[in-house]
């Protein structure tokens, strides 16, 4: 039984054995509260969606992470794909309908549809002045204040896996992913990473929404959050390191995505990224075949610390 399309992607959930912690550094890295019980902490963003983070109190790990349907009928489509769950009525915060899969690496992922969506938060931001565009703020004194990145939503999230290709098959057969770009190393038939996307036909989409690493284990490797602008990388970056956080990666502009990026592991080493300003394409844009270390090395900044590299956590 095939798949659907999901049209992004919605939510991480992990679980923390401390939610008061997990709060604290989540607010750090520049999330808000969005709901909390006795059990779980629901955070959000300052785009409209009820959460993006969910942390359930227990021994630390990666549960999965939720995506979103287009249609309650894509839901109803995606429960006859085997190992499905029925459509059922999502029973925390947030509410909605969703389907329940497992990946070939043992993570839930969640199809979702009609969660709450309340108003987004303000955020206000100056024009910024280009070299050839010098007078966008003529007149205007920037001033930014300190404090976290503002995260407006959830971007991607990086597994690790000792078999790459079926999870990826897995991955663009159940959520109708579409390949950016295959990475290989050496020989061509030798994939050591996948960067996919949503398939939302002719409108344009973040240039991976899930990349999956060849590794020597299965695990999380990075949740990743779209942070306003580049303002926000550093201003964050300066947050973060003076509430004493340990930096993973950054800053620098990858490649492949082109996202200005910053990585930093909370207080149970789960390695969670800022970036600003990612590439777009759409279903028209062929999938890419390229080069390791060549093609992924970044356009400016550090090269990735071997620590990061092989990452994954479970
Ligand atoms: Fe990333």
């Known amino acids: 039984m095939s798949g659907i399309r999901v049209t992004d992607i919605a939510f991480g959930r992990v679980t923390a054995p401390d939610l ?36 359930e109190l227990g021994e630390p790990r990666f549960v999965g992470c939720g995506f979103s349907a287009a249609s309650e009928e894509d839901l109803e489509k995606l429960a006859r794909v085997e190992g499905a769950s029925p459509v059922e009525s999502i029973d925390e915060p947030g509410g909605g309908k969703r389907v329940r899969l497992t990946d070939p690496l043992g993570y839930g992922i969640e199809v979702v549809h009609g969660m709450a969506q309340p108003a987004p938060l303000p955020l206000q931001r100056q024009l910024l002045n280009y070299g050839s565009e010098r007078r966008r703020r003529a007149g205007e004194l920037m001033r930014l204040g300190k404090g976290p990145a503002h995260v407006r939503r959830i971007g991607h999230m990086v597994l690790m896996s000792t078999d790459l290709r079926r999870t990826v098959d897995w991955y663009r057969r159940t959520l109708g992913f579409l390949c950016s770009d295959d990475v290989y190393a050496e020989r061509e038939d030798n994939l050591v990473g996948s960067f996919n996307r949503c398939n939302r036909g002719d409108d344009y989409v973040d240039h991976h929404v899930f990349f999956c690493i060849q590794g020597k284990k299965n695990g999380l490797n990075h949740l990743s ?16 390191r003076s509430k004493g956080y340990r930096h993973a990666w950054g800053i620098g502009r990858h490649r492949l995505g082109s996202q200005v990026y910053d ?52």
């Open 20 to 55: 008061d912690r997990a709060e604290q550094f989540l607010t750090d890295f520049g999330m808000v509260r969005s709901d909390r019980t006795r059990t779980a902490l629901y955070m959000r963003g300052t785009d409209p969606s009820h959460h993006l983070y969910v942390a």
């Open 225 to 240: 959050f779209e942070v306003e602008d580049i303002d926000d990388v550093m201003l964050g970056h300066e947050h973060m």
């Open 263 to 314: 990585y930093w592991y909370d207080p149970w080493n789960r390695c969670h990224e800022h970036w600003t300003d990612t590439d777009l394409l759409n279903a028209r844009t062929p999938g890419n075949l390229a080069r390791a270390m060549v093609d992924t090395a970044s356009q400016w900044g550090e090269p990735a610390p071997q620590e990061f590299r092989e990452h994954a956590t479970p």
